[in-house]
T-cell receptor
Framework: SQKIEQNSEALNIQEGKTATLTCNYT??????LQWYRQDPGRGPVFLLL?????KEKRKERLKVTFDTTLKQSLFHITASQPADSATYLC?????????????FGKGTHLIIQP | KAGVTQTPRYLIKTRGQQVTLSCSPI?????VSWYQQTPGQGLQFLFE???????NKGNFPGRFSGRQFSNSRSEMNVSTLELGDSALYLC?????????????FGPGTRLTVT
């Protein structure tokens, strides 16, 4: 069966450092991979999307890599700030339009300490 | 543009009852997806509607159903509620016409079944 794994433990990072979150998947061939941020009591918010033929995508302090051979995506936040503290979810997407639904990992809780 | 709205935000029901949740998409968005989020299972895809047609359905029992209206608003219904249906129900919308699209999530409806 399809499986997506994210760091299940909370990740504690010192302010100003780079936070790196991992998303591994098995038995899946996604066309796209998306990253979302979720704050307590709120719905997820889209951050970045990367296609299967792209190796890396950047947006401001965020960077995502996608290795379809390793079946892994890494999500980096550089110059991290306490406001970056949240749960980060990776989601696999076969079709890109959501018609098949996104398959989400359970998320990594990131804590940026001042 | 107004965001995705969901009503009600909180709901308490008794086992055996049924419930209807509502989602109003962002103007111009024709795709509406529904997700269930629980601490144990994370975010799981329920179904997706586009132009009043269900395009795909996740692995949930038939007690979970939905529909979409001509103005793209969507409702989901859960009949014969069970304790395990207690969860945060999220709807997500997108234009839905061509891939890829990020999903815009609403704030969710917190359903508690007693």
């Amino acid at each position: 069966s399809q499986k997506i794994e994210q760091n299940s433990e909370a990740l504690n990072i010192q302010e100003g450092k780079t936070a790196t979150l991992t998303c591994n998947y098995t038995n899946y061939s996604p066309a796209y991979l998306q990253w979302y941020r979720q704050d307590p009591g709120r719905g997820p918010v889209f951050l970045l999307l990367i296609r299967e033929n792209e190796k890396e995508k950047r947006k401001e302090r965020l960077k995502v890599t996608f290795d379809t051979t390793l079946k892994q995506s890494l999500f980096h936040i550089t110059a991290s700030q306490p406001a970056d503290s949240a749960t980060y979810l990776c989601a696999l997407d076969r079709t890109g339009g959501g018609a098949d639904g996104l398959t989400f990992g359970k998320g990594t809780h990131l804590i940026i300490q001042p | 543009k107004a965001g995705v709205t969901q009503t009600p935000r909180y709901l308490i029901k008794t086992r055996g009852q049924q419930v209807t949740l509502s989602c109003s998409p962002i103007s111009g968005h024709r795709s509406v997806s529904w997700y269930q989020q629980t601490p144990g299972q994370g975010l799981q895809f329920l179904f997706e509607y586009f132009s009043e047609t269900q395009r795909n359905k996740g692995n949930f029992p038939g007690r979970f159903s939905g529909r979409q209206f001509s103005n793209s608003r969507s409702e989901m219904n859960v009949s014969t509620l069970e304790l395990g249906d207690s969860a945060l129900y999220l709807c997500a919308t997108s234009p839905g016409l061509a891939a890829p699209y990020e999903q815009y999530f609403g704030p969710g409806t917190r359903l508690t079944v007693t």
